[in-house]
């Protein structure tokens, strides 16, 4: 009997794209660990909370920022839109007991840490926050208005220039949200980050995403000790006054499995460990084609959907072998993004001649949000990356990469590029921003 087609699946934006793969593909499935999701988030925020890891609890913070000064105001640095930290159900509780412990409504401002990417509108901040935006002041934080900004001074190994809003650095309290998930610079994200770079002016931001930090050997994905943009992302939010913080670990599906607040350091170090044995997965070599699926909040825009496949070639060892194929399903309906850092991101690819153009123009110049764009670039040098089902296939071709109708089409193209072999391996990563396949071959880089 003749092998028969496969039918497979994908997240794209909301929902699944399904897909058929040709009998000639020889797939293989990799997914991140399972874990049991937090049964009902808002009691075990309430948990965390109470049990606050290095650091006394919030409303003891808020009463001691208000001895030193009656009129003590408060910061919380929230997620944007393309990350998906559940700050409708954490930020209440975190108001609640900031309002316990002396400070009112009326005296906490929540900054939503969009870094170079868009400014919020008022209705993605409702959707982001909930019923918090109708208790108190929501603010963007603001990274191009040098007059926002506060002089935290330079800082080592590399000299980062350090800029923060000032109104974190005026706050008497400054607090946190956050979700730890594989970084490509930071190891994780989460802890510090949201309020060092999030909330960075543009000097910062535009320091710690170049070459000199890109081409660290100990800046990489899911690594944390000898890192030096970790360590330079703990110094900034450190000089900034993050005091607090509260954090979530989510699964493939996006549900919440572990929780902790605290001390930044002490959650980030916490909830970094869940990650890495929830998100690190083994595999036994390099694929011939890589399935990458995104999902929302990251297939909104290029920007982010690009992480699919430079994840999955900066793994330890690159998924998919040298000369091989990624494939990425994401929407785009917000084509490269709309915010300074993707427009910069689509500009730099789109005017150079090759991919080895646009490195070598960011070792001449270098601003914020060219970072992806050199990461796509040295993705491109390594591997074709075709972009499947698009809602915006001419910015993907300006992009430099190749834009198919959808999955199968893609697969074809892939195909072709490899030679058309008798049998070609195919990995689908559902999940390819949370799950980190780990080659165990010791194939060479």
């Known amino acids: 009997m003749s092998e028969r087609p496969r039918y497979l699946s994908v997240p794209y934006g909301d929902g699944e794209l399904e897909f058929m793969v040709q009998p000639w593909f020889d797939v293989d499935v990799v997914e991140s660990a399972s874990a049991?999701?937090?049964?009902?988030?808002?009691?075990?925020?309430?948990?965390?909370l109470a049990s606050p890891l290095g650091s006394a609890g919030l409303a003891d913070l808020a009463a001691e920022a208000i001895r030193r000064?009656?009129?003590?105001?408060a910061i919380i640095g929230v997620t944007d839109l393309t990350r998906?930290?559940?700050?409708?159900?954490?930020?209440?509780p975190l108001l609640d007991e900031l309002n316990r412990g002396g400070i009112p409504d009326e005296r906490i401002t929540v900054i939503v840490a969009i870094g170079l990417h868009r400014a919020t509108t008022e209705a993605e901040k409702r959707e982001k926050l909930g019923g918090a935006v109708d208790r108190v002041r929501v603010v963007d934080s603001d990274g191009r208005d040098p007059a926002k900004w506060a002089d935290l001074g330079a800082i080592e190994p590399y000299g980062v220039p350090g800029f923060t809003q000032k109104l974190i650095k005026e706050a008497e309290l400054v607090v946190a949200t956050g979700i730890v998930e594989p970084h490509q610079y930071a190891g994780y994200s989460g802890g510090p980050k949201t309020v060092a770079i999030g909330c960075a002016g543009e000097p910062t931001i535009t320091a710690t995403h170049g070459m000199r930090f890109l081409e660290d050997p100990g800046v990489r994905l899911a690594k944390v000790e000898g890192n030096p943009f970790h360590?330079?992302?703990r110094e900034l939010a450190r000089r900034a006054g993050l005091a607090f913080c509260?954090?979530?670990?989510?699964?493939?599906?996006?549900r919440v499995v572990a929780i902790a607040a605290g001390d930044p350091d002490a959650v980030f170090a916490e909830l970094a460990a869940k990650a890495a044995a929830l998100y690190t997965r083994p595999i036994a070599k390099q694929y011939d084609i890589v399935i990458a699926g995104v999902g929302h909040p990251k297939d909104v825009n290029l920007y982010q959907a690009s992480r699919a496949a430079t994840y999955l070639r900066f793994a330890p060892t690159p998924v998919v072998r040298e000369g091989g194929a990624i494939i990425i399903a994401a929407r785009?309906?917000?084509?490269?993004?709309e915010g300074t850092g993707e427009q910069r991101f689509l500009a730099a690819l789109e005017r150079a001649a090759s991919p080895a153009a646009v490195v070598e123009e960011a070792r001449e110049h270098f601003a914020g949000g060219e970072q992806?764009?050199?990461?796509?670039?040295?993705?491109?040098?390594h591997c074709a990356v075709i972009v499947a089902a698009s809602?915006?296939?001419?910015?993907?071709?300006l992009a430099k990469l190749r834009a198919a109708v959808d999955v199968e089409e893609a697969l074809d193209l892939a195909y072709e590029h490899i030679g058309r072999p008798a049998r070609a391996s195919v990995l689908l990563v559902p999940r390819a921003l949370h799950t980190l396949p780990i080659v165990q071959t010791g194939v060479p880089t």
């Open 84 to 92: 998906a930290s559940p700050d409708a159900v954490l930020v209440p």
């Open 36 to 48: 049991t999701p937090v049964a009902d988030l808002t009691v075990a925020t309430g948990r965390a």
């Open 69 to 73: 000064g009656p009129a003590a105001r």
């Open 332 to 337: 785009l309906e917000e084509g490269a993004g």
């Open 391 to 397: 809602e915006a296939p001419e910015v993907v071709r």
């Open 231 to 233: 360590d330079t992302v």
């Open 246 to 254: 509260i954090n979530v670990v989510t699964d493939d599906r996006e």
């Open 372 to 381: 992806r764009a050199v990461m796509v670039a040295l993705t491109l040098q």
